[in-house]
């Protein structure tokens, strides 16, 4: 039982040296920057600045896009998932779903601004059935587009897990005993799927969180997000403590968020 144990411990090692060099390590590196003012002294002043109008009204625009970006993957992933696990070849269409997250990031934001841009195909579109172009790249609307097209298959994939370990005979118990499809949804296959809503919310709402790339290219930096101001402060006004200042307050509402809704999954 001790041989066992040892095994099991010295196994154990290359995860730990993982976890202590790019998880503990980055995040006492990110507190320790976040204690320095832009003069490289010891201060509160960057958690004083954070709490001002400007960054806190920065703060709730970043969770309310983190929210629309959320709700709208949840409301296209779950029927499409439903769809997914009543029909036929599904793991095919599964694949063809997931395949676009392999492309690189980049390569699909630029061919968005492509697509979405004033001379393209749909503005082509638009003015071919008389409506004329529109500014659609540089918006909101594009920015939440582009974002719920990217996080989709992360909201998808575990929902569709979950329905698929959803035991069929209770729907058709339920059916029997003379529910209504709504009834049963609402009553039956939702809660016994919120697992997977949960962990789709968390693999969605957590990085739209700090997104910065698609704000800065999708939206024109008309969308300021988090993740835009920390990019700046890193690249831009080299002041690495606010970023750093910003970067923590980042961590510890993702920490909030995993918590919320694993005790959440525990009291259901």
């Not at 960057?46 to 959320?70: E, G, Q, V």
């Not at 694949?95 to 979405?116: D, E, T």
Request: with cysteine; charged share 10%; glycine share 6%.
């Amino acid at each position: 039982m001790q041989d066992r144990t040892r095994t099991r411990n010295i196994y154990l090692i290359p995860y730990m040296l993982w976890i202590v060099l790019f998880v503990i390590a980055p995040i006492v590196l990110i507190f320790y920057y976040s204690l320095l003012n832009i003069d490289g002294a010891w201060s509160f002043e960057n958690y004083k600045r954070f709490l001002s109008p400007i960054y806190l009204d920065m703060t709730l625009r970043s969770f309310w896009y983190a929210f629309l970006i959320t709700g709208f993957s949840l409301l296209i992933a779950y029927p499409t998932a439903y769809l997914l696990t009543n029909t036929k070849h599904k793991q095919l269409w599964l694949l063809l779903i997931i395949l676009p997250s392999w492309i690189n990031l980049l390569l699909k934001v630029y061919a968005f601004i492509g697509i979405l841009a004033l001379h393209g195909p749909i503005n082509s579109f638009l003015e071919a059935i008389g409506i004329g172009a529109r500014q659609i790249l540089f918006t909101d609307f594009s920015f939440i587009f582009v974002a719920v097209y990217i996080f989709i298959p992360y909201m998808i994939l575990p929902i569709f897990n979950a329905l698929e370990e959803l035991n069929p005979s209770l729907v058709a118990a339920s059916r029997d005993l003379g529910a209504s499809p709504w009834v049963t949804f609402r009553r039956v296959i939702f809660p016994l799927t919120l697992s997977g809503v949960k962990a789709g919310c968390r693999a969605v709402f957590i990085p739209a969180l700090s997104l910065f790339m698609i704000t800065r290219l999708i939206a024109g930096n008309r969308v300021i997000t988090l993740g835009t101001a920390i990019e700046q402060h890193f690249l831009v006004t080299q002041d690495w403590g606010m970023g750093s200042t910003i970067a923590v307050f980042l961590v510890i509402a993702m920490g909030l968020t995993m918590i919320l809704t694993e005790t959440g999954k525990k009291v259901s």
